[in-house]
Every structure is written in structure tokens, then in C-alpha cells.
């Protein structure tokens, strides 16, 4: 079958810009198009060297004109000029210029959005997940990885007791549940353990997971980040087009602080934020209808009203979320129907409503 996978996998022969390694392995493929057995591939190679350029782009041609299916084929090239910042225009349409200059798209994944927080604690983790799961429940292909490597929590939310196994075309396969293909530290590690690691074996874990992973085709690949503005959030920002970010805060002032640091980051590295999540909003007594601020009230409108970030939902707290999430059930997969549900999905087809699912 002529697909992204069959081209991606016909290019992992073809060698890197020296020699050094392959095209998809370093993440020199822009993008792939295929219609009516046409194939287009565009590349991103770190050379000026006229006659390397010319060596890859055949081989390329060579590679996938080989491929059952494909009548006609053709390598688009860019090379970045001197002084020359690389734009961000992964699939599905860029999300302006970034700062970093060595991003490239992971092929066959359209979307890719990071979910973010300024502090721990406000659930951000649980909302990712049960975004996640809403999206699926769409219609739409997803991915979900935990780049929390510090405290990954993928395994737990959704009850994930196996490992992953080596791919076909990358080194690692991730683990499928709800329909979702997950990735997480948590799949590797023993929970009572810590993970005591600096900022380049954090950066090395978060780079592998996003390239070295078989995400196939995807709609979104969705990112649960670490709480803060540190390493994972850097190294994402540096390594793949971003099309944009959400920040989940409590509408408490403290929450709230650190949740505009968080976008303020994002704004600095060129990423979109998409909008705010705010999470454990109004609690409504089950048994007389009375409804509590516990955190305070309305704080992702507060935070845009001073941003530019819109407010995305408002996430009610309810005990269903706790206890779905110990026993890896996640709320919008064990009651769908439920307040709760219904606000994660209002969220999900926000994001569908910007960026269209085109599988189902």
C-alpha cells in the first residue's frame, strides 16, 4: 500500500547530509503528499553543498519511485541560508517563525499540541488524557505522549501495565489503549523509584520519544509537559513545529500567576497558545444542587482578558475524575454522559472546530 508509512520507511534508506545516519532518523522530511499515486516530498537539509543535495534528492526518488504504486515522484529541497532562521511550517500549516532553527514535522502527524501548566497540582494531566480521549471518541487519529519525565502519570490514568516492543520502522512502538497510541517514561520505569536526571538526559528522553517513536498517522499527537517552563518544554518547542499550546490552571490567583508565566514562555518561543482549560471550576453538590467556588471562580477569563489566549472550557470538579483517574479510568471514557464528560468533549471539538479531522 502506497501510504506516508511505505515512503517514510522507502527513506530511511537514503543517508543523511556526510553519510551520518538517514533522513528520518535526523528529521530532514518537511512533509509528504500522496494523491493518485503522485508522491511529493519536501526535505530540510543543514547543506549548501550542491552536489549532497543533488545525491539525496535521488536517492529519494530512487527509494520511493521503487515503491508499488508510485507513477511519479519528486523532492522539493530547502536549505537553510547563511545567518537564515528555518521556519515552522510543519503539516497542516505553520505556526509562524521560531527562534529555533533545527525543527522539522514528525511525518504523518498533522496537529501536534502541547498541554501545559505554570505549577503542579491543577490537574493538568487529567485534562490531557481526557482531551485526548474525547478527540477519539470524534472520530479523530491520536497520539499521547507523556513528556513528564520527572513524574509521568499516562500509566497510571489509563491503567497501562505492559511495555512497549521494538517498531518496524522506528525503534520503539507505542502502546495502544482506547484508541490512543501511547508513549510514556512511565511504561519503562518502576513507580517507586525516582527519576534523578539533569537537563540533557530529560532533553535526550523527550527528543527520542517524539522521533524514534511509530506514531504512524495521526490527527493529533497530543503532549502532557511537565508543570513550569523548563527543559521538556524547550527541547519541544526546539524539535518539532508546535501547532500550538494549552494551559490548564485553577481559577485560584496562585494557579493563575504561574499559568500566565507559562503562555508568556510560549509566546516567547513563537508557539501558538491555543487557549486556557480552567480546571476544578464550580462543584455542584450532588445531593442539593448548591453550587461552590472551592478555587475561586473564573479564572482562564481573567487570564484572558489580559492575553490574547480565549478560554477553551471550564472543567467542574467532581469525585468521578479522582477516582476514574486511580483506577486508570478516565471519566470520558467510563461515563461519556456525564457533566463532566460533556465538558471535556465541548473542549475537544473547539480544537476540531480549528483544526478539521480529516480521517474519519
Known amino acids: ?25 535526523n528529521n530532514r522530511i518537511r512533509r509528504i503528499d500522496i494523491e493518485n499515486g503522485t508522491v511529493k516530498v519536501a526535505l530540510f537539509l543543514p547543506t549548501d553543498d550542491r552536489d549532497e543535495k543533488r545525491r539525496i ?12 504504486g508510485a507513477r511519479n515522484v519528486s523532492v522539493a529541497t530547502t536549505v537553510p541560508a547563511k545567518g537564515e532562521r528555518k521556519p515552522a511550517a510543519g503539516p497542516g500549516g505553520g505556526a509562524g517563525e521560531s527562534p529555533f532553527g533545527d525543527q522539522a514535522p514528525i511525518p504523518g502527524v498533522r496537529h501536534i499540541i502541547a498541554v501545559a501548566s505554570g505549577k503542579g497540582g491543577v490537574g493538568k494531566s487529567t485534562v490531557c488524557v481526557n482531551l485526548a480521549l474525547a478527540l477519539a471518541k470524534r472520530g479523530a487519529r491520536v497520539g499521547l505522549l507523556d513528556a513528564d519525565v520527572y513524574g509521568p502519570s499516562l500509566h497510571i490514568l489509563l491503567g497501562v501495565t505492559s511495555r512497549p516492543q521494538g517498531g518496524d520502522n522506528k525503534e520503539i512502538r507505542p502502546i495502544t489503549k482506547e484508541g490512543l497510541k501511547l508513549m510514556s517514561l512511565g511504561f519503562l520505569s518502576d513507580d517507586r523509584m525516582p527519576v534523578i ?17 511509530e506514531w504512524g498517522e495521526l ?15 524547550l527541547t519541544l518547542a526546539q524539535t518539532v513545529p508546535l501547532t500550538g499550546a494549552i494551559i490548564v490552571t485553577t481559577p485560584s490567583e496562585l494557579a493563575m500567576v ?18 486556557i482549560v480552567e480546571n476544578m471550576s464550580t462543584f455542584v453538590c450532588p445531593h442539593c444542587g448548591q453550587k461552590t467556588d472551592i478555587f475561586d471562580a473564573g479564572g482562564a477569563d481573567k487570564i484572558s482578558a489580559r492575553t490574547s489566549a480565549e478560554t477553551l472550557g471550564q472543567i467542574p470538579i467532581d469525585p468521578a475524575i479522582r477516582a476514574g483517574g486511580d483506577r486508570g479510568e478516565p471519566v470520558v471514557a467510563s461515563a461519556g454522559d456525564s457533566p463532566v464528560a460533556r465538558a471535556f468533549f465541548e473542549v475537544a471539538d473547539r480544537i476540531i472546530a480549528r483544526f478539521p479531522v480529516t480521517s474519519a
Not at 61 to 68: N, R, S, W
Not at 197 to 213: A, E, I, M, Q
Open 219 to 233: 490527527d493529533y499527537l497530543m503532549i502532557d509537559l511537565p508543570p513550569g517552563t523548563g527543559d521538556a518544554q
Open 1 to 25: 500500500m502506497l501510504d506516508r508509512q511505505a515512503v517514510t520507511h522507502a527513506l530511511s534508506d537514503v543517508a543523511d547530509v556526510g553519510g551520518n545516519g538517514n533522513i528520518v532518523t
Open 57 to 68: 534528492e535521488d536517492a529519494c526518488m530512487d527509494a520511493v519511485g521503487a515503491l508499488e
Open 258 to 275: 504561574d499559568a500566565e508565566k507559562g503562555l508568556r514562555m510560549f509566546e516567547q518561543v513563537k508557539v501558538p497558545v491555543l487557549g
Open 197 to 213: 536526571w539533569r537537563g540533557p538526559l530529560v532533553t535526550g528522553v523527550v527528543r527520542k520519544f517524539l522521533l524514534d517513536v
